[in-house]
């Protein structure tokens, strides 16, 4: 199983997250995703090394969404990009990179076949 986090503006409602994430179904293929929100700051180790949009996320005590998934990335990918549309939003692929939801999205529109995990 491998994790995205996504952290969200301080206001944004979980029930709009759900609503969000429900709407992304599986094509089958055996993609699986499962969502949280989080609470401790520790739970989830903070990006190394720390940036300064780290640090401005971590300030601001943003919403963090932990999107747990297995098999390919499209069900993922797709749910991301339902969650952080509209929204502001930073996106920690886990892997390496953090970016603004836009830039995240922006990268997957520039590069379908994107493998962060490589």
């Not at 994790?3 to 293929?29: F, K, M, Q």
């Not at 990009?81 to 886990?94: G, K, R, Y």
């Not at 990268?107 to 995990?117: E, F, I, K, Q, V």
Request: aromatic share 8%; hydrophobic share 40%.
């Amino acid at each position: 199983m491998n994790s995205v986090i996504v952290y969200l503006a301080p206001d944004t409602p979980l029930t709009e997250v759900h609503e969000r994430l429900r709407s992304v179904e599986s094509t089958g293929g055996g993609e699986r995703i499962y969502w949280h929100p989080v609470e401790s700051p520790n739970e989830y180790g903070d990006p190394v090394p720390p940036t300064e949009l780290f640090d401005r996320v971590a300030a601001e005590r943003w919403l963090r969404v932990v999107i747990d998934y297995s098999g390919g990335l499209e069900l993922v990918k797709r749910a991301i990009e339902a969650l952080v549309s509209n929204l502001t939003a930073v996106v920690d692929n886990d892997h390496g990179d953090l970016m603004t939801a836009e830039e995240f999205v922006r990268r997957l529109a520039d590069d379908s076949g994107w493998d962060w995990r490589t």
